[in-house]
């Protein structure tokens, strides 16, 4: 059962470009949630989906920043019109039931650079 | 003030030895969680707790709910534990808290 897998490893994106990371949680898993790593700083939550739903975005920038856990397919996380700021680490984690009753499974994260 | 808050910050150890890394927490929570983070920059979950105490290996995670505290303890520590041990929060509102994490160095 392969892990949490997440791509690209690398990101490296100009000011003003959009970012697309992407999270394929564990065979099985329905909740995934994104995290921010800014660096020399901690984890930060930013949101929280199940399958077709977004159950907790209050950690997400209201601007640029969406998320989506379609039906088929991985997690995807956008940055629209990338600034510096948003260079860090993002890990995604699922859980096969709630993340209140499960250990979450991290991925390698994705490390987006703005140049 | 953060929501939670870890102890020590850098810690130094001797192989071998016994190691104990603190996380206290300021909100109602519904499970705390014990993170690794190696030099890579890899995380891995190594406890999820609700209460009372877990082990794995040699590994060792306490939580106390009225006094919203847990510790980690490592025991007979290695060169490869050496890593950031980052404890984490969930609430029952569904908002992640995180500490700053304790860097770990275990010296051969």
């Known amino acids: 059962n392969a892990g949490v897998m997440q791509n690209p490893r690398h990101l490296v994106r100009r000011r003003g470009q959009e970012a697309r990371l992407r999270c394929s949680p564990m065979k099985g898993h329905s909740h995934v949630y994104w995290y921010r790593q800014l660096p020399e700083e901690g984890l930060k939550f930013m949101v929280y989906l199940q399958k077709e739903n977004i159950i907790d975005e209050s950690g997400m920038p209201k601007e640029r920043f969406s998320a989506e856990f379609p039906k088929e397919g991985p997690s995807i996380l956008r940055i629209q019109q990338v600034v510096r700021g948003d260079s860090a680490a993002y890990f995604c984690a699922s859980s096969l039931l709630a993340g209140l009753v499960d250990t979450q499974y991290f991925g390698p994260g994705t490390r987006l650079t703005v140049l | 003030k953060n929501e939670v808050e870890q102890s020590p910050q850098n810690l130094t150890a001797q192989e071998g030895e016994f190691i104990t890394i603190n996380c206290s927490y300021s909100v109602g929570i519904s499970a705390l969680h014990w993170l690794q983070q190696h030099p890579g920059g890899g995380i891995v979950s190594l406890f999820m707790?609700?209460?009372g105490k877990k082990k794995h290996g040699r590994l060792i995670a306490t939580i106390n709910i009225q006094e919203k505290h847990s510790s980690l303890h490592i025991t007979a520590s290695h060169p490869r534990d050496s890593a950031v041990y980052i404890c984490a929060v969930r609430c029952p509102g569904n908002q992640f808290y995180f500490g700053t994490g304790t860097s770990l160095t275990v010296i051969p």
């Open positions: 707790l609700s209460s």
